[in-house]
Structures are given as C-alpha cells and as structure tokens.
C-alpha cells in the first residue's frame, strides 16, 4: 500500500525559487483540518510541507520586527512562539534537517472567541474576534480587552 501524505501541495514551477530567493517559508492555518502548514523551499524547483497539529488554528501573526516571533490563533488560546535555529539542529527525527524550532514561549488563555486574525501592535497583539463583533487586544487581566467594534454593534 502506497503511504499518502496528509496534504498534497501544486504550485507552478518559480514558487520554491521565489521562497528560496525570499528566505521565507508560507504558513496556512486550516481550522477544519486542526493543522498549521508550513511550506518552506526544499530547493528552487522543491517544496516542503511540515504540517502541525492544533485545536481549531486560525489567525497567524509575524511579529513586525522580530522574524523570529509568530504567535498563533487556536481555539481557545493564542500561542506565541520564539524560533530557536540552535536547538533546530538537534531535532530528534531529523537531527541537522531544519534550519528553525519555534517553540512556545507565552500562552494567552482566551477562550471561545473564533480569533480569526492577528497582528503584533506597539503595546500588545491584536485580533479579530468575531464572537465579540470586535477587534480586539490580548490581555494579561482578562481573556481580551475591546480595542474597536462597528458602530452598528449596540453591545459586545
């Protein structure tokens, strides 16, 4: 019996070369599947996909100036994660494979708020959530504090 990977990947020929042009992977959060797919370039003509398992992931952040900081949107928690390329090379299935190891650094308990997506702000990370009709901002205090809603919102 054939071994089927989980998720197949089509691309036209240039995508590995711009990646690997760009040093940069693609991140894809699919809550109905549960995983977070990073695409990074194998080659300029090879993809690979390492795809990870969370509970309902959603939105996905970059930190603007730290690159080596992402955090991400799960069902009920945002999750931040720091890159740590020397432990990378120690990764037990695949010792000297991976240039990076984002392991988590900060858990922020948020509950049910579908956070559909992120940003890193100044002062704090910034969401969509939509159960509240709200952007909102995470808190160390609360599970979030409402930065913005439309006016057309009478109440969170």
């Given at each position: 019996m054939k071994n089927i990977a989980p998720f197949a990947c089509t691309f036209t020929p240039h995508?590995?070369?711009?990646?690997?042009?760009?040093?940069c992977s693609i991140g894809i959060s699919t809550y109905q599947a549960g995983k977070l797919v990073?695409?990074?370039?194998?080659?300029?003509?090879?993809?690979?996909?390492?795809?990870r398992t969370f509970h309902k992931p959603m939105g996905i952040a970059k930190h603007p100036s730290d690159a080596?900081?992402?955090?991400?949107?799960?069902?009920?928690?945002?999750?931040?994660?720091k890159n740590n390329a020397e432990l990378a090379q120690?990764?037990?299935?695949?010792?000297n494979k991976y240039d990076g190891l984002f392991l988590p650094?900060?858990?922020?308990?948020?509950?049910?708020?579908?956070?559909?997506?992120?940003?890193?702000g100044k002062d704090g990370i910034y969401g969509v959530n939509t159960l509240f009709s709200c952007?909102?901002?995470?808190?160390e205090d609360f599970n979030f504090e409402p930065y913005?809603?439309?006016?057309?919102?009478s109440a969170l």
């Open positions: 995508i590995p070369e711009l990646l690997q042009q760009l040093n990073l695409i990074s370039p194998k080659d300029n003509e090879h993809l690979v996909q390492l795809p080596n900081k992402i955090a991400l949107a799960c069902r009920d928690e945002v999750i931040v994660f120690f990764y037990p299935k695949a010792p650094t900060v858990t922020y308990k948020t509950n049910f708020l579908d956070i559909h997506d992120l940003e890193f952007i909102m901002k995470l808190s913005w809603k439309p006016s057309f919102i």
